[in-house]
């Protein structure tokens, strides 16, 4: 499997997990709050914001339009801090984003 496969299946598996966690939005953030310069827009949105409406259709739209992957990023420890203190088990969804970052890891 390619690169851009694994990190497509990656990203649809991590779309269905937060759905599962009811952790999915139907509303659009602003686009101030999109617009945020800020890394994560951790000053206008939640992690799991990011996720849905910043990061999943980025990569999406990478791979539809056959342009290059970033050559390395890491979300994990920002997941990790962003939901250390929730209730909900959020181990597969941690799970999920380790594996995305090991295909962007050098």
Do not use: G, H
Request: glycine share 0%; hydrophobic share 45%; charged share 20%.
């Amino acid at each position: 499997m390619s690169q851009t496969q694994a990190v497509k299946a990656l990203l649809e598996e991590i779309n269905q997990e937060m759905v599962r966690l009811d952790l999915w939005q139907s509303t659009l953030p602003t686009k101030e709050a999109l617009a945020s310069t800020e890394p994560f827009c951790c000053d206008t949105l939640t992690f799991c914001q990011w996720l849905e409406f910043v990061l999943l259709p980025k990569m999406t739209m990478l791979i539809d339009s056959q342009l290059p992957l970033p050559s390395a990023f890491e979300i994990l420890p920002m997941a990790q801090e962003s939901w250390k203190d929730l209730d909900t088990d959020m181990s597969k969804l941690l799970e999920l984003i380790a594996q995305l970052d090991t295909q962007f890891s050098t």
